[in-house]
Each structure stands twice: as structure tokens, then as C-alpha cells.
């Protein structure tokens, strides 16, 4: 109780809402996200040949979720890069990160407790991407939970939504790996995020707005912090999503693509063997005996198909 006391968690979520994104938690939020484009294959030798496209492609990747958010509201698409100081900032680190002497700037960052401070202040601008997103659907759409939902999701997850997009920008093309085919822990723990959100807009969620952004972000910095460090990509929730998995969509099969025939067998070979197995049944029946089902297959060393009058092609011989 005194340790509550001392923290007071009301007081510490109100703060904490309050907080001012622009520089700093921007700063660490294009670094990661620059690092992470630099360390895609490719991505360094594509810098140094296409300066021009690498800049764009790194504005993508910074922001992607402004972008998308605004399409899908119909809104400028152009609208996030009016900010003038923010493209200028996500601009110089570009820079650093792709051609600073002696790659300094990355070689920095990428050590494991920097990365770690730098990770957990982006997963923070992750809280404020989701929300803002979901208080922008609102002003369009009061109560309309599923377009904040779509809304919050882009906003906060955008730059993987249209990684195959900002992949074409550099000269590449791969469908199979869209987002939504095979989603990443950040668009999964995004989409968490934007429900929660969403839910509490619309009062159903019981939680004032301040507490529900304090847990949201203390879970995703620990939950960050953990995979870091111990090298996973699994996430909390991994098994609760394969239970309902395999409980709502992992039935059986109703595949309706006919199955192919076995190798071998031709149309020919088929209507032949008609009446050379009712001929052997109808032996096997007056001699009383009962034969397995793999010696009624009339054998293929045997002149029989050759000899079997009307059969067109009965001379064909299979495998």
C-alpha cells in the first residue's frame, strides 16, 4: 500500500498522457524505424545507388501509418509531411543512419542497451499513433467501432500494412509477403491496441482514457523489453490465437478441386478394366471365393487388356 501511495498510479497515468511526443520520442521512433529499413537485404547498396528513392522509401517507413490512416478517411495522403519539422528531423536521420562517416550513427544505436531505450520510447509513440488515429475516425464516424478499429490499426501499424508498397519503391515485388497474410507481433499487438481503444470510445470498455494508455504502454515497453532480450518473437497471446484457431477455422476440409487420378491411369486403361474386373468377380463369386482388394487389379504383365474386344487403345500399356 505505501509502495501505491508513493507511485500513485492515477497521477502517474495522468502524466504520463500528457507527455509530448515531438522530439524526442519521434527521434527514437524514426531511428528504429531507419534502422530497421537498413537492416533489409539489399537496403544499403540500394541507398548508395538511389539516394532519392532511399529518402522516400525511409519517409514510408516514418510515415506510413499518418499516411494510410488519411486514404482510408479520405483525407490528403500528403497531409502528414505538411509538418515541416517533422520531415526535416525523420530527413537528417535518414542521413545519419545511410551515410554518416564510418556508420557511426547505426553502429551507436544498434548497441543492445541504447536499442533497448530506443525501442521502448518508439513502442510509447506507438500508444499515441492508435489512439490518435481512433480520435480521428470519431470526428468522421461517431460510434462507428469498426472504422475506428481500421482506422486506430493503420495509424499505429501502417508502415508493415503497405511494406509491399514501399518494397516496390526499391525495385521489389513479393505479395506473398503481405502483412495481412502472415501479420507481424507490432500489426498484431497494434490491432490489440486499436480494439481496446475503440471499446473504450464508445463506453464500453469501463477504463478512463489515461489509465487504459498507461497499462497499453507499460505492457507493450515490457513485452518489447522481454523479446529483446531473450530473443523471441512470440508474443503473450500466441496460444490464446491458436486455440480459437483451430475452435472456429481449422475444420475439415471442403475443398471442391477434383482429386487428380493416379499416375498412369489414362481414359483407355479405365474403360478397359471395367469388364475385366466384373469378369473376375463374376468367377470369384460362382467359385465361392473372396479375393482382397489389390488382387482384383488385373495384372499389368498380363496379355488380358490387349485381348478385351471393343476397348479403344486396350493395347496401351500403364504404368
Not at 11 to 26: H, N, Q, R, T
Not at 104 to 117: G, H, M, N
Not at 120 to 139: F, P
Not at 171 to 179: D, F, R, V, Y
Request: proline residues 6%.
Amino acid at each position: 500500500m505505501d509502495l501505491l501511495a508513493f507511485l500513485n498510479p492515477n497521477e502517474l497515468s495522468l502524466g504520463m498522457s500528457k507527455l509530448a511526443m515531438y522530439p524526442l520520442f519521434d527521434t527514437a521512433h524514426y531511428i528504429v524505424s531507419l534502422m530497421a529499413l537498413k537492416e533489409q537485404p539489399g537496403a544499403v547498396a540500394f541507398a548508395q545507388r538511389s539516394p532519392f528513392a532511399c529518402w522516400f522509401s525511409s519517409m514510408l517507413f516514418c510515415f506510413g501509418g499518418a499516411i494510410l490512416s488519411n486514404l482510408l478517411l479520405a483525407e490528403p495522403a500528403v497531409a502528414p509531411l505538411s509538418n515541416d519539422a517533422n520531415v526535416l528531423l525523420a530527413s537528417l536521420i535518414w542521413y545519419l543512419v545511410f551515410y554518416c562517416p564510418q556508420d557511426l550513427v547505426y553502429r551507436s544505436a544498434a548497441l543492445l542497451p541504447i536499442r533497448l531505450v530506443l525501442s521502448g520510447m518508439k513502442e510509447v509513440t506507438r500508444t499515441w499513433k492508435v489512439l490518435g488515429g481512433v480520435a480521428q475516425a470519431q470526428k468522421h464516424y461517431k460510434d462507428g467501432i469498426l472504422v475506428m478499429i481500421a482506422v486506430g490499426w493503420s495509424k499505429g501499424a501502417g508502415g508493415g500494412l503497405i511494406s509491399n508498397f514501399e518494397q516496390l519503391v526499391r525495385g521489389i515485388w513479393k505479395p506473398e509477403t503481405n502483412e495481412l497474410l502472415n501479420m507481424s507481433y507490432p500489426t498484431k499487438v497494434t490491432l490489440l491496441g486499436a480494439v481496446m481503444f475503440s471499446l473504450q470510445e464508445c463506453r464500453y470498455l469501463p477504463l478512463q482514457k489515461h489509465h487504459l494508455m498507461f497499462i497499453y504502454t507499460v505492457f507493450l515497453v515490457v513485452n518489447k523489453t522481454r523479446m529483446m532480450l531473450s530473443g523471441s518473437h512470440s508474443w503473450l497471446f500466441s496460444p490464446v490465437e491458436g486455440a480459437v484457431h483451430r475452435a472456429l477455422f481449422a475444420g475439415e476440409s471442403t475443398d471442391p478441386t477434383p482429386k487428380a487420378k493416379a499416375p498412369g491411369r489414362t481414359s483407355s486403361a479405365d474403360t478397359c478394366a471395367a469388364p475385366e474386373l466384373d469378369g473376375k468377380a463374376a468367377s470369384e463369386n460362382q467359385n465361392g471365393s473372396a479375393a482382397s482388394e489389390s488382387d482384383g487389379e488385373p495384372s499389368a504383365k498380363s496379355g488380358t487388356r490387349d485381348q478385351t474386344p471393343g476397348c479403344v487403345g486396350g493395347s496401351k500399356k500403364t504404368d
